[in-house]
């Protein structure tokens, strides 16, 4: 639900009438762009009736809004969102590379791998701390001793570091030591964990999940953004369809779609997408041509060894290639008509 206040209306009367508003535990956030103040509302309507709203006398209309998705949509937030996480962003026009192994292994291996993806550009650092497995018997992570070396890395490099949750149990920590957070495709719709990871305060980096409809995505968004205090960036990652050639379908489509639909930052990511390295470098040059803001790329610098995800890495050489490659298209599709 929209409200557009008169123009004539009073500050004091309308901050009144939305302070009851949020007595009633509805969210409200102000939509900029027209001349007179709109403000959006979300949460549980039930309790609050367009008559009620229009008897009031700085009310001039009610609009009720379709969508499910409320904060994540454009409806309430037209102009594009840009994430900032330690002094770098994602979205607003520059194309961000977040750039790392699959999993954390050895401090001597993070770092080499750091050093190599910032030479190339990189603006942040990825690596598996805790790592989702299908089978119980692959490598899980080092855990919290993996996401020490992934600060060490961060203190020796500056990049930021980016990081998956699994569980409620580590909020904390990675509130006060990750740049930001990742909620892997696995848990996409746990949404408690979405609930507490919005209340960090830190930017979360959103993967669809592999069965989930570009909707249902947007909805696990709103979970984080209704907590109040965290930012979000999507990241399509790869469904799954009935082809067996790849690991996963990379779906592009929903890169133009997400942009058209959310105010939300969209990025990539060609390695999971794909599942093979040598089809990174191609996927990643489409998802910049199809508007992506970012792209999430596996990096490894001995990928026949690596304990995760070795048939999907690229190695440093091939990243620096990939690197020169997309930030030339990127220029040229935002050149100045």
Known sequence: MILIFKPDAGSAHA??????????GILTQEIRGGEALMVGLAGDLSG??????MRSAVVDRVIRVS???????????????CV?????AVGGGSL????????????EQILSIARDVKLAGASFLRGGAFKPRSSPYSFQGLGLDGLELLKIAREKTGLPIVTEIMSQEYAEAFGRDVDIIQIGARNMQNFPLLRDVGMLGKPVLLKRGPSCTIDEMLMAAEYILMAGKSQVILCERGIRTFET??????????IPVLKAKSHLPVIADPSHGTGYWNLVEPMAMAAVAAGADGLMI?????PEKALCDGQQSITPALFSRVMGKVNRLHAVLNEPA
Not at 84 to 88: D, N
Not at 245 to 254: F, I, K, Q, V
Not at 298 to 302: A, L, W
């Open 15 to 24: 901050a009144k009438l939305l302070s009851d508003i949020r007595e009633k």
């Open 48 to 53: 609050l009736s367009e008559d009620s709203l």
């Open 245 to 254: 050639a790849t690991r996963n379908t990379l779906d592009l489509s929903a």
């Open 298 to 302: 596996e990096v490894h610098n001995q």
């Open 84 to 88: 900032k996480a330690a002094g770098r």
């Open 96 to 107: 961000a590379v977040i750039a790392g192994p699959c999993s954390v292994e050895t401090e």
């Open 67 to 81: 969508e499910p998705y409320k904060l994540a949509g454009r409806k309430f937030h037209p102009e594009d969102t």
